[in-house]
Every structure is written in structure tokens, then in C-alpha cells.
């Protein structure tokens, strides 16, 4: 295993993490997972293949979905016990996404979901994912948005008089590269690309772009979680779909 980070194993972000992602309003609830799903193809009788899959809900969901085959990896130890406790029956495996080079066998649908933004070399990590895919096959992944990851002092937003959020401040988005953020814990490790760096690396590995989505909560989210607007500033999060001919 490299030298990555593994911030989901740290006991205090492994709780924050948890309780995140019970919320029901969760912006991954919302507004990621439907985007997700809106790229995906149909899965009947894909080999499906699932990078950084977390507690494996959304293996689980490709089953749903009839694919023949769902691998999940994880570089965190705690994740992975949990996705085997509560998806019987799907393979989990540990797997430092930014090495790839001990997967086996090529998939039909490679998934990643919100975990691209903790590796390194996205143009190896794309290479290796191109390399994983059946001529034909898709990849479809999210991240945290090229605008979120940009400030090197972290995200942040003018209020107005009022408090509430007015405008997001830009900065740093030129200057790619490690970013030492605190999210639930301090010191997370993310990695900021630009949006063209992002494509690029899809394009230059023989993946062409099908599809993106920046998603924009509707009306009724934003009438409802008044705090949604925010996204009409700023999407949260980036998502493609890229397909190997
Ligand atoms: C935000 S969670 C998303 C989990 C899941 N994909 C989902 O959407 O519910 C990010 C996941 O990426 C995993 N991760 C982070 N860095 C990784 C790496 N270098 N290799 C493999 N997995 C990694 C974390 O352990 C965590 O489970």
C-alpha cells in the first residue's frame, strides 16, 4: 500500500464521516447520487466495478440495477468492514486507488464516486482506469467541485448583512495541487485540478467525454433547505460520464 492518505480509518472523521451521511438532506443524498445514477447505463448483466466505494451502498444499488458483477475497493480498513457487514454477497476488496495496477480482469462500467478528489496523478489514475475498461465500456465518476477545491485556505463566502451567503469566494484556482484542508478533522488531504486539467486527463487516456453534470438543486430543495441556494453560486460537485472506444 502507497503512502496515500487514509483519513476515513482516523476513529473521529470515520464517526463525523458516519453521521454526514445518515442526514437525509445530505448533499450526496440530494443532489450527488441522483446525478450518478442519471449517468449511469443500463447495468443488466455488466461487469461493474466500484473505485473508493466507501460503505458500498452504491454496489449494492448496481446490483439492484441487474449487473452480473460488483467488485468494490477501498484504501479504509473501517469502510470496508462496513460495506461487508451490510452488502452480503458483493466482493469488497482493499485498494489504493492510485495504484490500480493489482486489479484483475476488465469491467464493463467503472464507477467513482466522490473519491477522485484524494488522488494524486489523475492523468495515471485515468490511464489505469482506461486501461481496467472493455472496448465500449463507461466510466462515470464525482468530485468535489474544481471551484470547491480551489482556495488553498479552504472554501469560504461573503455574508451579507444578514448573514447569509452572498458570493463565494474564488481563489487559487491556477494553482493546482495538494490542498491540507480541515473537513470533520484537520489536515485532509484533497487534490485541486482545474476543470480543463480534469477532462484532459480523460480525453488524453482514450476516454471521450459523454456526458457532464454540475448539479443545481431544484426548487423545491431550495424552498424547503433554504441553505441550497448556496449551489446556485457554486456547484458542490463535478460528474462524468466517459466511455473507451
Ligand atoms: C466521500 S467517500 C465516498 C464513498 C462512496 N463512494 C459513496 O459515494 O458513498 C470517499 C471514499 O473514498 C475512499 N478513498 C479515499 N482515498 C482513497 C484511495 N487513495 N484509494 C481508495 N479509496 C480511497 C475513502 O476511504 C472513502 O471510503
Known amino acids: 500500500m502507497s503512502a496515500a492518505q487514509n483519513i476515513y480509518d482516523n476513529p473521529v472523521f470515520f464517526d463525523g464521516y458516519r453521521k454526514l451521511r445518515e442526514n437525509p438532506d445530505s448533499a450526496n443524498i440530494l443532489l450527488e447520487k441522483p446525478a450518478l445514477f442519471e449517468l449511469s447505463p443500463d447495468l443488466t448483466g455488466k461487469i461493474v466495478l466500484d473505485l473508493g466505494c466507501g460503505y458500498g451502498k452504491n454496489c449494492a444499488e448496481f446490483y439492484r440495477r441487474g449487473a452480473k458483477s460488483v467488485v468494490g475497493v477501498d484504501i479504509s480498513e473501517k469502510m470496508l468492514e462496513v460495506a461487508k457487514s451490510e452488502n452480503h454477497g458483493i466482493r469488497f476488496e482493499r485498494l489504493d486507488m492510485n495504484d490500480l495496477s493489482a486489479l484483475k480482469g476488465k469491467f464493463d462500467v467503472i464507477f467513482s464516486s466522490l473519491a477522485a478528489h484524494y488522488i494524486e496523478d489523475f492523468d495515471k489514475f485515468a490511464e489505469a482506469v482506461s486501461g481496467s475498461l472493455n472496448s465500449g465500456g463507461y466510466f462515470i465518476f464525482s468530485q468535489e467541485h474544481p471551484l470547491t477545491t480551489a482556495p488553498v485556505k479552504g472554501a469560504s463566502w461573503a455574508k451579507d448583512a444578514d448573514g447569509n451567503a452572498d458570493h463565494y469566494i474564488l481563489t487559487d484556482y491556477g494553482n493546482t495541487g495538494e490542498r491540507n484542508t480541515s ?46 441556494a448556496k449551489d446556485l453560486h457554486k456547484p458542490s460537485f463535478l460528474l462524468a460520464r466517459a466511455r473507451k472506444y
Request: no cysteine; glycine share 4%; proline share 7%.
Open 183 to 228: 473537513w470533520i478533522v484537520d489536515s485532509v488531504i484533497k487534490y485541486h485540478r482545474t476543470f480543463s486539467e480534469i477532462l484532459n486527463a480523460l480525453i488524453n487516456a482514450g476516454l471521450a467525454i459523454e456526458k457532464l453534470i454540475e448539479p443545481i438543486p431544484s426548487r423545491e430543495i431550495i424552498s424547503r433547505l433554504p441553505g441550497y
